[in-house]
């Protein structure tokens, strides 16, 4: 009877409790408009630079995004001097490869369509380039989520790993901007087939700052950041299989390369916002939404939108490597070589590149 | 047709007692004494005169033989002095009364204080007429000849056929006695500020009611008073009200109300004439309240048992008020000091439970008032086979006292204390817990007949607290916690230098003490550094006067002035910026740190106020208001609905004052003898400085929040349309509201711009309102009560476009407020079950079934956003949900009783 009673009650209860509830809210912006979006990038480093030209989607009908092909691309100069960007593929354009930016130069970027429409960019100064500080790093754990290939279903898994931090001053009025980008250089081996004893020596680069939703430190303390997360570097290598990386034998050595991006106002306004926009979510209540402001106008349309960055920015990348004591649960973080001398992933037959760890 | 027999029965009744006294035994006369009723006969025939009384006050006195020959006058008072009873002579009729000492306690019919005339005129009449009616309790037939009788006074009235009656006091507190032959006598403790009506019921037989059926004030006050745009509740008035979960909330009560709306379904505050939560100012027993919701807006945080009135203010703020730009709601809790006995009431919810002690503590000189409320939510959400409720828990308590005491007859202080507290868990992640504190002092001084003053204390605490402990995330284990102190201080006088003038004057001092945000690290693994934002401190000072000038019988006018001087104190650290560029890191140009007590920035402006009514007859007015009040405390929170984590926040160098200017007009008319109020309004508001935000505004724990915040302008208007029944057997209301509610950014810079700086729709614009309320009592036991409210859905940004950039999904949002939620419509019924009617009932109790949202609508509370955790195969993307809270029909029922 008690608990016939109590059964009673909870089921009364669930449903004075439970008639709140959430679902998704489907609104059409079916109809609206595709409009142009740009993701370009121009460094003082060696080029090719690209410039990816693709449309919008109503939200809710998101659909694969249509690239934006057969466009003229160009870059123009405070000297007068223009750059013609070439179309790989679908949608990418690139400055040839001898092509790179100069600090203190303006550049623009000129878009004309096939549908008519000419775009134009804001110029864009290319900053000096920034110093990095100091990196900090921990032994952690960190989650990583996975679709499952079946059912669809997303799982987790909670993996040991270092995770790196940047850590930046400045003084008041000297805010230095750039966002950054950290890589995590993998070297392994490969038996050679049907040649025991032979081996090519593999390195490759991962984005480890992948799933972090910043990518630009936090300058809400005012005069400087401590401890940003710019990476988190798995520390077992049957780990790394977690990171959507290939089935390699990749050995124990994490080292990571970071590069940051020197950003002038508009730039940096535009990823700050990005990163707003990013973590600003899972609120109650509809917080005043993050819009972002793109540097690109249509220029026989002034009213026309236009999405995305034109990005002049001076890159400056290091590198270091990060080896976990367990003795002292510690990590050690011993700078290494300039990554411009590491080539873009490749292999060498029986012999050991210049840069390799040993 | 069936009044005739029973006004002929009533007549018989009046006329029982000399019919009795007549059909007595001569026997009973000794030589020099005479039998009561005997000499009662005598001097009925003697002086051609009626005397009323009951003969079990005079049968068992013997009367000296020489009382029938002296003049009735004298042979009254020898009666009196005997018998010990009192007297009052009424168009030549003589009623005869049980003296107030001699008497047995009456079967009291309440102890509910009724409160006649509006509160707002309280002080503002020396003297003040109580007109109603006495009906028979279980027929509601009227009582011709009944008594309506002032003791201390010696003042009464007797009713007509109609059961009418007129009786005229000093304003005051009056234990009132009601009588009529045959009937059980009732005592009332009325407090008289101005004329009003009220309706007696009396009993004849084994039955009695616990409570009357009042009309707290005069029936066309609505019409006669100069204020416009003002709702009052009395506590009988809001028990009528359809309630939240069964019971009666304040705070939801008057969102039914013209020009008052929510911006959710539950969402705390109330937005009255456009303005948003924190413009309007909720005073409990004079000190404000920072967050009037318990669970997050379900309930608030007032005892509807405590209360004795309620009233809201919209427009045509008297000058003694001020600190907030929307409105004013002043709630007054208590009986006064006439508690003659002590009483307990409750009421048993699904929800929560509340109960109510009251006790005289010294009789009419001091009384006692405890009232609290809990929730006991808990146990069922760790029943519910659901992982994350089972690790949920959210819970409430309030506990509110009051203690009035008469120190002399000429000044009675009034203590007041008051605790709310709110918790909530969700999952094992993250914990909310905020308090309200709240304490004040009142002195109210008789200083002679035309001046009168009130001294006010008051303290006021908001704190919240939030700790978020993310599992497997020791480091990200944090603490925040927010305070907010007020102390006020307010001394003001009431005057009547004659009877055309009816002055108020005083100052007031404000002290704000704000902790806006401190975070604290709760792991040692914690990465998150302790960090505190910079303390705020102000002071508010006034100086205000008034005067209710009636200009002639049709015209009054009420002018008013309020002077505000704001003081910002430090220790402050004040920012300049560049002014070619807007706020940001880059443009800041100097800091200037100053120390405590200095002034860092000061702001000060008058206020004026006026109102004016012209009476077109008895039964219809024009009004027109205007008012100007400065705001010197926002709450800032970027999201649309009020939620305990905002913050509040004090003006400074770069948040500048919040300034309105209202001018409102109204037509006012009264129908079928002021039973049916009508009125029509229309008013118009202008702001300044209110607050917006940019995109992307950051609030909490930022230190350099006026990047964030915009000092836009904005403009409300509005339509009000509003009809009333008050009497009979259906009550009720409907309302109808137009308004809109639009706000523009101000900036040169893009960055600060809002819609490029044209007018976009704010939170709070919902054209359409529409509520209709209506009560019918099917018997004296059972009543019928349905609500339904109908509201355009308001605005919302949505997400138009999606596109790709580095990988990323980015979303392009609408404008501002450029789309609306779907419309928002909900009916709720509910049926009472009164208490029982016998005399000997030794407690009282009421059910209250109630079904809320009807037909299940689910009406979107709010639009969020929601991410998908990015996976190894893709980045995070985002999906827009809907939230709303009652979905389906939601039954609840509720036991109220007293003893």
């Known amino acids: ?358 | 047709m069936r009044t005739v027999p029973i006004v002929f029965f009533i007549l018989s009744l009046s006329f029982l007692p000399s019919a009795f006294c007549s059909s007595q035994n001569p026997e009973s006369l000794s030589a020099d004494t005479i039998q009561g009723n005997s000499l009662l006969e005598l001097l009925e025939r003697k002086h051609s005169t009626t005397i009323f009384y009951k003969a079990e006050w005079v049968e068992q006195h013997q009367f000296p033989t020489g009382v029938a020959a002296m003049p009735i006058e004298e042979a009254i008072e020898q009666i009196k002095e005997i018998a010990g009873l009192n007297s009052i002579n009424i168009d030549g009729m003589i009623f005869l009364l049980p003296a107030e000492s001699s008497s047995p306690d009456p079967i009291s019919s309440g102890n509910d204080l009724l409160v006649i005339g509006s509160p707002s005129e309280y002080g503002r009449y020396s003297r003040a007429a109580i007109s109603g009616e006495v009906l028979d309790a279980a027929t509601y037939e009227p009582l011709f000849g009944a008594v309506v009788y002032e003791p201390v006074t010696e003042t009464g009235a007797s009713t007509d056929f109609e059961g009418k009656f007129s009786l005229e006091l000093p304003v005051g507190e009056y234990n009132l006695r009601i009588s009529y032959v045959g009937y059980d006598e009732k005592r009332q403790r009325v407090r008289l500020i101005s004329n009003g009506e009220v309706r007696f019921e009396l009993f004849s037989g084994a039955t009695q009611l616990d409570e009357f059926t009042i009309i707290a004030r005069r029936a066309e006050d609505n019409i006669s008073r100069t204020q416009m745009s003002m709702v009052s509740m009395d506590s009988q008035a809001l028990k009528e009200l359809p309630g939240s979960f069964g019971e009666q909330d304040i705070v939801r009560s008057f969102t039914m109300m013209p020009g008052v709306q929510t911006v959710g379904e539950f969402g705390s505050g109330f937005n009255v004439r456009g303005g948003s939560a924190d413009q309007n100012l909720i005073l409990v027993e004079n000190v404000p309240l920072f967050n009037s919701s318990h669970l997050f807006g379900l309930i608030s945080v007032i005892n509807p048992d405590m209360v004795n009135n309620v009233t809201l203010m919209k427009a045509g703020v008297p000058a003694k008020y001020g600190e907030r730009a929307s409105a004013v709601m002043d709630v007054r809790l208590g009986n006064g000091l006439d508690q003659e006995k002590t009483t307990v009431e409750g009421g048993i919810g699904l929800i929560n439970s509340r109960v109510l002690f009251e006790t005289p503590i010294v009789e009419e000189k001091a009384t006692f008032s405890l009232g609290a409320r809990s929730s006991y939510s808990d146990w069922f959400l760790t029943n519910i086979p659901n992982e994350d409720l089972m690790n949920s828990s959210v819970g409430f308590y309030d506990i509110s006292s009051l203690l009035n005491i008469a120190i002399t007859q000429n000044h009675r202080l009034t203590l007041f204390g008051y605790r709310s507290f709110d918790r909530s868990n969700f999952g094992d992640d993250l914990d909310y817990e905020y308090f309200n504190n709240l304490a004040s002092l009142r002195l109210n001084s008789f200083l002679n007949e035309r001046l009168s003053s009130t001294f006010l204390m008051g303290f006021s605490n908001y704190q919240y607290q939030l700790d978020e402990k993310p599992e497997f995330y020791p480091e990200a284990h944090y603490r925040m916690n927010s305070n907010v102190n007020y102390r006020n201080l307010k001394w003001y006088f009431s005057y009547y230098p004659s009877d055309v003038h009816n002055m108020e004057f005083g100052i007031n001092a404000i002290h704000y003490d704000i902790e806006p945000g401190k975070i604290t690290p709760l792991e040692q693994v914690t990465q998150i550094h302790q960090r505190e934002m910079e303390r705020e401190q102000a002071m508010e000072l006034s100086a205000f006067f008034s005067d209710e000038i009636s200009l002639n019988e049709r015209m009054a006018l009420e002018i008013g002035l309020r002077y505000t001087h704001y003081l910002q104190l430090g220790p402050a650290t004040v920012r300049e910026y560049e002014s070619e560029k807007p706020y940001s890191f880059d443009s800041i140009r100097d800091t200037i740190h100053y120390a405590s007590g200095d002034i860092a920035t000061t702001y000060g402006g008058l206020e004026p106020r006026l109102g004016f009514r012209y009476s077109l007859n008895e039964f219809s007015s024009v009004k027109l208001s205007y008012n100007r009040a400065n705001q010197y405390i926002n709450l800032i929170s970027n999201t649309s609905v009020m939620a305990p984590t905002d913050l509040w926040k004090l003006s400074d160098s770069h948040l500048k004052p919040l300034k309105s200017d209202q001018v409102a007009l109204g037509y006012f008319r009264n129908f079928m003898d002021n039973s049916l109020e009508t009125s029509v309004e229309v008013y118009y508001k202008k702001l300044h400085n209110v607050i917006e935000y940019r995109s992307g505004a950051e609030v909490a724990m930022n230190d350099f929040l006026e990047m964030d915040v915009i000092n836009a302008k904005g403009y409300n208007y509005g339509l009000e349309l509003f009809m009333r029944k008050n009497s009979g057997d259906l009550t009720g209301w409907a309302s109808y509201t137009y308004s809109t509610s639009q706000r523009r950014s101000q900036s040169p810079f893009p960055e600060m711009q809002i819609n490029n700086n044209t007018y976009f729709p704010s939170n709070y614009d919902r054209p359409h309102n529409l509520t209709l309320n209506a009560n019918y009592h099917l018997s004296r036991r059972w009543r019928m009560g349905a609500t339904f409210t109908y509201n355009t859905g308001r605005p919302v940004t949505l997400p138009e476009l999606t596109y790709r950039y580095n990988g990323n999904m980015l979303i392009y949002y609408s404008d501002r407020n450029s789309h609306r939620l779907p419309d928002y419509h909900r009916l709720d019924i509910s049926i009472t079950l009164g208490e029982n009617l016998r005399v000997n009932q030794r407690g009282k109790g009421t059910w209250t079934f109630s079904l809320m949202n009807v037909y299940g609508r689910k009406n979107p509370f709010s639009v969020f956003y929601k991410s998908e955790p990015g996976t190894i195969q893709t980045p995070r993307s985002f999906e827009l949900y809907q939230l709303y809270i009652i979905g389906r029909p939601l039954p609840t029922i509720t036991y109220n009783f007293s003893f």
Request: contains cysteine.
């Open chain 1, 1 to 358: 009877m008690v608990k016939k009673i109590k059964y009673q009650l909870v089921l009364l209860s669930s449903i004075l409790l439970l008639q709140g509830c959430q679902e998704i809210y489907e609104h059409n912006m079916a109809g609206l408009p595709d409009y142009l979006v740009v993701q370009g990038l121009l460094t003082n480093q060696q080029g090719p630079h690209g410039v990816r030209l693709s449309y919008t989607t109503p939200y809710g009908n998101e659909t694969n995004t249509d690239m934006v092909s057969d466009a003229q691309v160009w870059i123009t100069d405070n000297e007068g001097n223009e750059i013609y960007l070439e179309e790989s593929t679908p949608g990418w354009y690139y400055t040839p490869n001898d092509f790179n930016g100069e600090v203190g130069k303006t550049y623009v970027l000129h878009i004309a369509t096939p549908d008519g429409y000419i775009y134009q960019s804001d110029p864009q100064e290319m900053m000096p380039p920034i110093n990095l500080q100091n990196l900090d790093a921990e032994f952690t754990t960190e989650v990583f989520y996975f679709e499952s290939n079946v059912s669809s279903r997303i799982y987790q898994d909670i993996i040991e790993g270092t995770k790196v931090y940047l850590e930046t001053l400045w003084e008041q009025g000297d805010i230095p901007k750039f966002r950054f980008k950290a890589e995590l250089y993998l070297q392994y081996t490969v038996t050679v087939t049907d040649m025991p004893e032979t081996w090519d020596y593999c390195w490759m680069t991962w984005n480890a700052s992948r799933f972090l939703p910043r990518d630009i430190p936090d300058y809400s303390g005012g005069t400087g950041y401590q401890n940003h997360e710019i990476g988190f570097l798995p520390y077992n290598t049957s780990d790394l299989i977690y990171l959507s990386l290939p089935d390699h034998s990749f050995d124990n050595n994490r080292t990571l390369i970071t590069t940051l991006y020197s950003l002038n106002d508009e730039s940096f306004a535009f990823h700050q916002a990005k990163n707003a926009q990013l973590t600003n979510e899972g609120k109650f209540f509809d917080p005043i939404a993050v819009q972002l402001q793109s540097n690109i106008h249509c220029v026989n349309e002034p009213e026309r939108k236009v999405f995305g960055l034109f990005e002049a920015s001076s890159a400056t990348a290091f590198s270091h490597r990060f080896v976990y004591k367990p003795a002292t649960d510690s990590v050690e973080i011993h700078p290494w070589i300039n990554p411009e001398l590491i080539p873009e992933d490749d292999c060498l037959y029986m012999e050991y590149p210049d840069f390799w760890i040993h």
